[in-house]
């Protein structure tokens, strides 16, 4: 399992406002992406000038959780299974969401730690 990322997913009812306080601690939107899984949720990523990252997502529940981008999203959900992780999704939609250009799981270790692993697929 190769890590390719690994940083901060606030998921907010108001994203805009939460955008503004990282543009205001020096963090630029250098990636949107909308309409991702069933509720239709927008992601914008941001970078600070000493490289690190935050993703801000548009929802109506509020979550914070940590983004992990991986080599192998298969791979990786059964090491997670093996030590004890579940999928957080609710039964309709236990499968991976695949967004065209990426594929996630949503998943909780056994203390209640959120992750949102990622794909990122290449053509």
């Not at 692993?117 to 053509?123: A, L, N, R």
């Amino acid at each position: 399992m190769k890590i390719t990322s690994f940083n901060p997913l606030i998921i907010t009812k108001d994203a805009e406002n939460v955008i503004k306080l990282f543009e205001e601690l020096g963090f630029e939107r250098t990636h949107t992406k909308d309409d991702i899984g069933m509720h239709s949720v927008t992601n914008v990523r941001m970078k600070n000038p000493d490289g690190f990252h935050v993703d801000i997502s548009q929802a109506e529940e509020e979550h914070t959780m940590i983004r992990m981008n991986v080599s192998d999203l298969d791979e990786t959900a059964e090491f997670l299974k093996a030590r004890g992780f579940r999928m957080a999704r609710h039964e309709a939609a236990k499968e991976t969401v695949d967004t065209g250009s990426s594929k996630f799981n949503i998943m909780v270790s056994p203390t209640g730690t959120i992750f949102s692993v990622s794909q990122h697929i290449k053509e």
